[in-house]
Structure formats: C-alpha cells, structure tokens
C-alpha cells in the first residue's frame, strides 16, 4: 500500500528557513518522480518543485534559489529545504509520488510564513 506521509511545517518569519520531510512507505521511491505542490487559500494547487529517478530537478520560478528537493534512498524519503521564506509561501504543502500514470498523495502539511 502506498503511503506518503508530510512533516515538517510550522509557522515561521519572514526570511526563515523550514524543511519539509515526505515519508514513503510501500514503495521503493528512488525509482519513481517524487514532487511538491502546495495550495494557498483560495487559489489553485501549484508545482513547486521536483526529482526524478535519475536525481534530475525542476523549480517554480517563485521558488528557484530558495528551495532544494533531495532525496535520501536510504530512509525513503524526500525532503524539501525552504530558505528566505516569504509570507506568498504560505500555503499546505502536499507531496506526491509518480507511479505509472497515477499520482499518489499525501495528507499535506500547513506552512505559514509570517510576522
């Protein structure tokens, strides 16, 4: 069964830094594109960032030079480092994984950029 599982948000100044953690369990995700959207209030689900099987990476505009995706094999998991927040950054934070032609998803984690 696959399960993605999000920690690490939180609520955090302006110019700080988090790091978001995505969990997988019933797959083995270095085979797969593992990624991040994130949904602020009223507005449409976003790509933020991406890595391939082959460790290749891929930025929104709005987050290049702030964020890094990584992955570690090891502990099956995804981590997105988020530096210079900014309170735009505010939103839920899901994580997905890319499986065939189906996107799995998981539950999402609150980030709050303010003062």
């Known amino acids: 069964q696959v399960q993605l599982v999000e920690s690490g948000g939180g609520l955090v100044q302006p110019g700080g830094s988090l790091r978001l953690s995505c969990a997988a369990s019933?797959?083995?995700?270095?085979?797969?594109?593992i990624g991040w959207f994130r949904q602020a209030p009223g507005k449409e689900r976003e790509g933020v960032s991406c890595i391939s099987s082959g460790a290749g990476t891929n930025y929104a505009d709005s987050v290049k030079g702030r964020f890094t995706i990584s992955r570690d094999n090891a502990r099956n998991t995804v981590y997105l480092q988020m530096n210079s927040l900014k309170p735009e950054d505010t939103a839920v934070y899901y994580c997905?994984?890319?499986?065939?032609?189906?996107?799995?998803w998981g539950q999402g984690t609150q980030v709050t950029v303010s003062s």
């Open positions: 997905y994984a890319q499986i065939g032609g189906f996107k799995y």
């Open positions: 019933g797959f083995t995700l270095d085979y797969y594109a």
